[in-house]
């Protein structure tokens, strides 16, 4: 397999709810502009097997919110608590602090001080279930794969929009 199913079948491992066997096609597809406009917040977090990060890094919170304006900037926030309504409001009405791009093959692209972030982002289009997590992933939440310079996983997000008011 090559390109983002292949990455696919690193970042998450499809359990059918039905009995038939599925391809990763046939759950998730690359993200599209439109799929990623909306505030999001992480509802799923993991390092991939043998990632050399700082585990400490504030950007590895277990709580995360994202926004992605139509006008490609974003703004982030982490947290080791969860987050108040309050604050997901602000983050809400925050000026951008960055901007975002998606490639031709779906993957996000953001700045970054030395090299533009790059996570391949795929959109749920069937549930599907990760035997190592009760967290289901749902139609239209984004699984994000962000990766190293050498193009290997790093980081694994399953992020999930949240509804306008919550």
């Known amino acids: 397999m090559t390109g983002w199913r292949a990455l696919s079948s690193l970042a998450l491992v499809v359990v059918l709810a039905a009995p038939a066997a599925g391809r990763d096609e046939d759950f998730l597809r690359p993200c599209r502009r439109a799929d990623l406009i909306g505030f999001w917040q ?4 993991g390092f991939a097997i043998g990632a050399a990060v700082d585990r400490a890094d504030p950007a590895y919170q277990l709580h995360q919110r994202y926004v992605f ?4 900037t974003t703004m982030y926030a982490t ?3 969860p987050l108040t309504p309050e604050e997901d409001q602000a983050l809400r009405l925050a000026p951008a602090t960055s901007t975002w791009a998606l490639d031709g093959d779906g993957r ?5 001080e030395d090299a533009p972030r790059v996570s391949d982002c795929l959109v749920v289009v069937r549930a599907l279930r990760d035997p190592r997590s009760e967290v289901p992933g749902l139609p239209g939440d984004v699984l994000l794969t962000d990766q190293d310079e050498t193009g290997r996983p790093v980081t694994r997000r ?3 929009k949240v509804p306008a008011g919550e």
Do not use: E, K, T
Request: charge should be positive.
């Open 42 to 45: 992480v509802i799923r977090f």
């Open 69 to 72: 304006n139509a006008d490609a």
């Open 79 to 81: 947290s080791s608590v």
């Open 108 to 112: 996000l692209l953001r700045p970054a």
């Open 158 to 160: 399953l992020l999930r």
